[in-house]
């Protein structure tokens, strides 16, 4: 009984805390790895811990900002203490559960004003990371890769 609880302690110390995601009721979290959503009708907040800009390589922690996922209407995504916030039209989504594309969650084609291009949300063993992908009229690219530390789901 004892080798048991010791196993049982050394393993809650090991897991990391990122692989547990807070919903919206405080007793129910779910493994990143098991996270499949239904994201029509729900407001899911996604923080971020961490970015990777996939152009320069730049790999900044902490890096607080997260995204707010409206059903399938609108993606914000909110930064510097939500001083910055780009509020992004959704003209279209492709939610995939299995498949060629088996750990997206889901792909949102977005549009605001002269910027445009797509945001995907993934999981993989590590947890959940947001790709945001962003062309604007003048030609500057925005290639992130967001790591999410948590999620919140609400009805919308």
């Not at 196993?7 to 805390?17: E, H, W």
């Not at 390589?57 to 930064?79: A, D, K, M």
Request: net charge negative.
């Amino acid at each position: 009984m004892k080798n048991y609880l010791i196993a049982i302690v050394l393993l809650a110390c090991f897991v990391p805390t990122a692989a547990l995601a807070q919903v919206s009721s405080p007793n129910d979290s779910v493994e990143f790895t098991q996270l499949k959503l239904d994201v029509a009708g729900k407001k899911i907040r996604w923080d971020a811990s961490s970015l990777r800009d996939l152009i320069s390589g730049e790999f900044i922690s902490p890096h607080n900002c997260y995204f707010n996922t409206e059903g399938l209407q609108r993606i914000q995504w909110v930064q510097s203490d939500g001083k910055m916030i780009y509020s992004f039209l959704v003209k279209s989504s492709t939610q995939n559960s299995d498949g060629y594309y088996h750990d997206r969650i889901i792909s949102y084609d977005v549009e605001l004003d002269d910027l445009a291009g797509r945001i995907e949300i993934f999981k993989r063993d590590s947890g959940i990371i947001v790709v945001v992908n962003i062309k604007s009229g003048d030609g500057v690219t925005i290639q992130n890769e967001y790591s999410i530390a948590n999620y919140e789901i609400q009805q919308l």
